[in-house]
């Protein structure tokens, strides 16, 4: 079994329930001892920006600044798409503490060939 996990998210805070599955897995794998990177494209980028990542967006679910929390304090990865930060004007744009601007080459190089990944 893989030792890393790659979630590749491209949905942002337009689709909650997205965003909430794609970091439950993220945070199980955590869990499991796997090492974990989230690179987000697409509008999923402003989710690596102070208050964008927050809300509870479905009943009964954990609320998204927990899980965030959950994530980076276990150790959990954030990438964000240089591309696509700069495809929004945000290329400039202050960053949560510790993530990470990457694009698919150093996203490549970081998962090598024996990684799983999930896409959302």
């Known amino acids: ?7 590749n998210l491209a949905t942002g805070m337009e689709d909650g329930e997205r965003v ?7 945070t199980a794998a955590l869990e499991q001892g796997k090492e974990v990177v989230v690179w987000t ?25 927990r899980l965030l929390s959950q994530f980076r304090d276990g150790g959990g990865k954030l990438w964000l798409c240089p591309i696509c930060l700069n495809a929004r004007g945000l290329g400039d744009a202050e960053t949560l503490d510790g ?8 996203m490549w190089e970081w998962a090598g060939a024996d990684t799983t990944v999930f896409s959302y």
């Open 1 to 7: 079994m893989a030792d890393k996990v790659l979630i």
């Open 20 to 26: 909430l599955v794609a970091f439950l897995v993220a």
């Open 41 to 65: 494209t697409k509008e999923a980028v402003r989710l690596g920006l102070p208050g964008e990542m927050q809300g509870v967006v479905c009943d009964g679910c954990p609320p998204l600044e």
């Open 99 to 106: 993530v990470k601007v990457a694009g698919a080459t150093p």
